[in-house]
Nanobody, 128 residues
């Protein structure tokens, strides 16, 4: 289990950018696939992006592909989500999450239930 704390959310105009950070505690951070999810009011939590434990494989939801970039710094136990060209429909609470398994090799088929540790979330609001 890792403990996760997100930061970096806020209010931004459409077309703007934000960078979210997720700081993890625990010695095994570098062995977990990490993901970002979001949940808008009245909607289910949805997958946004994932990065494998070594950082050389990423996967994105179609809705954010080409606009968002997930990255990680294992030396700092931190995963990032760079969000560019933000749209009002990106408004949501954003959560980071850690895989239940160590050193997973295939991340493109992961679902919400594959992630076992979650942060408290950070609000992102995009105004039109």
């Amino acid at each position: 289990q890792v403990q996760l704390v997100e930061s970096g959310g806020g209010l931004v105009q459409a077309g703007g950018s934000l960078r979210l950070s997720c700081a993890a505690s625990g010695r095994s951070f570098s062995m977990y696939t990490m993901g970002w999810f979001r949940q808008a009011p009245g909607k289910e939590r949805e997958f946004v992006a994932a990065i494998n434990w070594s950082g050389d494989s990423t996967y994105y939801a179609d809705s954010v592909k080409g606009r968002f970039t997930i990255s990680r710094d294992n030396a700092k136990n931190t995963v990032y989500l760079q969000m560019n060209s933000l749209k009002p429909e990106d408004t949501a609470v954003y959560y980071c999450a850690a895989d239940r398994r160590l050193r997973r090799t295939l991340i493109s088929t992961m679902t919400t239930s594959d992630f076992g540790s979650w942060g408290q979330g950070t609000q992102v609001t995009v105004s039109s």
